[in-house]
Each structure stands twice: as structure tokens, then as C-alpha cells.
């Protein structure tokens, strides 16, 4: 079964509105990273989140992580045509160890004006 | 952003021909990563080098081999490509931990 489960698999916001994407792991995270990925393009580092409870924000994006290190959720607020792509979640267990992430299947986001 | 380079970004090839996909990165990286995307099944890790030499297997490992004989420098080899090898492979390097990657712009595979 997959370790980390993204929903929803796909969102389709009108332009100014908000949003939230969730990335629920099977068991305790070290790590949660969070992901933007433009179609044909690679992936972009958005924010990482390693304290339970932890939240941080990047212009209109706010991730946090969950006390028991298991949930985390991606809101976006005001959303603009530039936040269209999809997000990946990316999970470290390993704490340290070289196996790098594992990610969810994304959430393929499209913002309609 | 670390400079990572892959090559080709697109290739079309037939069943059974060996293919062979580089990644650079100029920023002295000691992991290195290689992922393949698919519809369905987002991103699974094929193998990974945690330094010069130094190689392991991730999730979908089987009928791919990796070398790396210089830091900046990470191979992925299909040696007798399959239909099911169609994909799109991202490189990803990270240098302050493990976990913190590094993305490639990916290479689009297509085997016929």
C-alpha cells in the first residue's frame, strides 16, 4: 500500500480563491517536503517541515505539519494562474539516511479565471 | 537553484537497445538520485549514490544500473530497453542532506 496518500488527485479553483492540498503519511515522518512541479518541467523546492506543529509560508503558500508528525497540508490563498502545475509531497523516514524522499502521486492544480 | 544537467531530454529508441542517460550537476553534491515519473504512480526512486562509487537499489531498481566514477556525475544504463521503461526520469541531487533534493528538468523516454 502507498506509504504517502496526496488529496485530491486534482483541483480546479477559480482564480482568487483558496485552497488546501493534504499529504497523509502511513507512519511517523522525519521529514515533509513539499514539491511544485510545472508540466515538462522538473520539480521546484517549495518548503520542508521536519517539527511537529510546524507551519511556514511563502508568499500566498502555507504548509504545516502535524504534532504527530503524520499530516501535513498545503493552503493557498488568493490563488493566481501562476500557482496552476502539480504538488508532490515528498516524505524522508529515514532521518539521515541516504534513500532520499518518498512522494505521493501529486495534485494536479488548475486555476480557472 | 543547483546546476543539474541531463541528457537527452527526449529520446525515442526500440525494444531490446541499451540506453544510456547522464546527469551533471556543478554543485559538488554528494547524493545523487534517480526517479522515474508515471501517470498513476507519481515518483519512484530506481537507484541512488551516496558518493563516488558508492550505489544502491531504491524501489523499482530491476533493469537499470547506475555508475558514478566522478562526483559530478551519475549514469542511469537501461541495458535492453522495454516498452515498459517508457517514462520520464528526473535526476535529483542534494548536497546539505539527503533529504533536501535537487531537481533535474527531466528526460522524456520513449522505448517503441
Known amino acids: 500500500s502507498q506509504e504517502l496518500e496526496q488529496s485530491p488527485q486534482s483541483l480546479i479553483v477559480q482564480e482568487g480563491k483558496n485552497l488546501t492540498i493534504n499529504c497523509t503519511s502511513s507512519?511517523?515522518?522525519?521529514?515533509l517536503y513539499w514539491y511544485k512541479q510545472k508540466y515538462g518541467e522538473g520539480l521546484i523546492f517549495l518548503m520542508m517541515?521536519?517539527?511537529?506543529?510546524e507551519e511556514k509560508s511563502h508568499e500566498k503558500i502555507t504548509a504545516k505539519l502535524d504534532e504527530k508528525k503524520q499530516q501535513s497540508s498545503l493552503h493557498i490563498t488568493a490563488s493566481q494562474p501562476s500557482h496552476a502545475g502539480i504538488y508532490l509531497c515528498g516524505a524522508g523516514y529515514s532521518g539521515g539516511g541516504a534513500d532520499g524522499l518518498t512522494f505521493g502521486k501529486g495534485t494536479h492544480l488548475i486555476i480557472q479565471p | 537553484d543547483a546546476g543539474i544537467t541531463q541528457s537527452p531530454r527526449h529520446k525515442v529508441t526500440e525494444t531490446g537497445t541499451p540506453v544510456t542517460l547522464r546527469c551533471h550537476q556543478t554543485e559538488n553534491h554528494r547524493y545523487m538520485y534517480w526517479y522515474r515519473q508515471d501517470p498513476g504512480h507519481g515518483l519512484r526512486l530506481i537507484h541512488y549514490?551516496?558518493?563516488?562509487?558508492?550505489?544502491d537499489k531504491g524501489e523499482v531498481s530491476d533493469g537499470y544500473s547506475v555508475s558514478r566514477s566522478k562526483t559530478e556525475d551519475f549514469l542511469l544504463t537501461l541495458e535492453s530497453a522495454t516498452s515498459s521503461q517508457t517514462s520520464v526520469y528526473f535526476c535529483?541531487?542534494?548536497?546539505?542532506?539527503?533529504?533536501?533534493?535537487?531537481f533535474g528538468s527531466g528526460t522524456q523516454l520513449s522505448v517503441l
Open positions: 549514490s551516496y558518493g563516488v562509487k558508492d550505489t
Open positions: 507512519k511517523t515522518l522525519y521529514g
Open positions: 535529483a541531487t542534494s548536497g546539505t542532506g539527503p533529504e533536501k533534493l535537487f
Open positions: 517541515l521536519q517539527k511537529g506543529g
